[in-house]
């Protein structure tokens, strides 16, 4: 399943020279669809930058847990707080199709500091952004309902996505990996999808979720208000 779009990374954000520099000294690891990034627990002494695929987050440190807190897609990182802290990695990431990370070792990446600190400036707002949103959702996620964590997923999710030629977005994203990332049932999310269907807000294709623009911002503004 193709990715729909790439977020833009803190690495994106840094100045060309920096950029360049600190890339050339990154590892590229590629996963292929089903294999393990790292285990929950694994000291990972370094970030990883998604390039391209899509990863999913699991509660637990075996894969056959199927309890999926997020899915993670192309311009997000992984292991930006474990650089100030002596904990492992918060969830076990596996590839959820073939994928592209970039990993930066924390020794190197403390290196280029020194010499560009505007890269110590950018992972603290990567930090920040990531933290935000995180005690954001768990505010939300204990006192909303069905629908609005559904229409709260998919403004999130939106932001990854590019506007077909019409204006529309296109999540690729399959219902099952919908629901097991938001914590409700298929048959919840179903009837709820439908319920925008009928709105048409949504539309429902095969392994991905197309949403009309302008009516994704008005569930922008009223999820914001």
Known sequence: ?????????WIDDLPLQAQQDLLAAAETK??????????????LFGVYTVQSGRLEA????????????????????LGLTSLFSKEGGYNTMIALEDAELIYIPKAVLMEFVGKYPIIFEKVMEAVGEFISRAIGWIDFSLSATAAEKVR?????????????????????????????????SRQVV???????????????RYGALRLNASALQSMRDELSA
Do not use: C
């Open 152 to 184: 709260w997923n998919l403004v999130h999710l939106s932001q990854f996505s590019q506007a077909d030629p019409d204006g529309s977005i296109s999540i690729s994203i399959s219902q099952q990996e919908f629901a097991r990332m938001i914590g409700l």
């Open 190 to 204: 179903n009837a709820e999808l439908n319920r925008l269907v009928a709105k048409n807000i949504v539309e429902m």
């Open 30 to 43: 590629s996963y292929k669809k089903g294999e393990i990034v790292y285990r929950r627990g694994t000291k």
């Open 58 to 77: 699991l509660r637990a440190a075996f894969e056959n847990d199927k309890f999926i807190l997020r899915i993670v897609y192309p311009g997000e990182s």
């Open 1 to 9: 399943m193709a990715t729909s779009g790439k977020k833009r990374s």
